[in-house]
């Protein structure tokens, strides 16, 4: 299982560009890396993926370097509103037919004015 | 409105008395899954399903069974619940599998407490 490990916490303030790492040493070839963002008593909602290289969406980048050992989430400009819990999920194919998902533990990003 | 729909949102039982946990899903996914989420251990995967009948294990599944007989359908039954399985529980949902680059679909979560 590739398991992986964030900061538990991180401290931003508005208007500025955060970035969360997440590491993945068990890393499968077949696995992507996935971001989730959660606010308090609601599911998670998805953010980002990718395989490799860079990914940008109209929310967020992704930059996964070339030994895909680890990711980093770039939130461009955070608000307030940004406050929330971030997964980073690498999926696990299990004998090319199961699936076994992990979370990473989160990182708890605070927001502040 | 695509969605994944679990019910009840909250429920207070005791501990033996069975209980079923809804899980809906509208937009034709082939897989689903069940997570629990408890205080300092984020999400954790108690059984997933890539397709009808077929189920697995994830991380946690001790206490728990699933069934999938019909494709929206994933119920999560706790045959004799405990204290230790009070947590807020979340069903997904996603086309085929997310290492196909498909993202989970999270249902609003329900709120399980144990006495």
């Known amino acids: 299982l590739a398991k992986t490990t964030q900061p538990i916490s991180m401290d931003s303030y508005e208007g500025q560009e955060v970035n969360i790492t997440c590491s993945h040493n068990n890393i499968a070839t077949n696995d992507y890396i996935t971001w989730y963002q959660q606010f308090p008593s609601q599911g998670p909602r998805f953010i980002i993926q990718g395989y490799k290289t860079k990914v940008t969406n109209e929310v967020a980048s992704l930059f996964i370097p070339a030994d895909r050992k680890s990711s980093t989430l770039s939130l461009p400009r955070v608000s307030l509103s940004d406050t929330a819990v971030y997964y980073c999920?690498?999926?696990?194919?299990?004998?090319?037919?199961?699936?076994?998902?992990?979370f990473g533990p989160g990182t708890r990003l605070s927001v502040l004015p | 409105e695509a969605q994944v729909t679990q019910n009840p949102r909250y429920l207070i039982t005791v501990t033996g008395k069975k209980l079923t946990v809804t899980c809906s899903q509208n937009m034709n996914h082939e897989y689903m899954s069940w997570y629990r989420q408890d205080p300092g251990l984020g999400l954790r995967q108690i059984y997933y399903?890539?397709?009808?009948?077929?189920?697995d294990k994830g991380d946690v599944p001790e206490g728990y069974k699933v069934s999938r007989k019909e494709k929206r359908n994933f119920p999560l039954i706790l045959e004799s619940p405990s204290p230790n399985q009070t947590s807020l529980y979340f069903c997904?949902?996603?086309?085929?599998?997310?290492?196909?680059?498909?993202?989970?679909?999270f249902g609003d979560g329900t709120r399980l407490s144990i006495l």
């Open positions: 997904a949902s996603s086309q085929r599998g997310e290492g196909y680059g498909q993202p989970q679909h």
């Open positions: 399903s890539m397709n009808v009948e077929v189920t």
């Open positions: 999920l690498v999926g696990d194919l299990r004998d090319n037919y199961g699936q076994n998902f992990v």
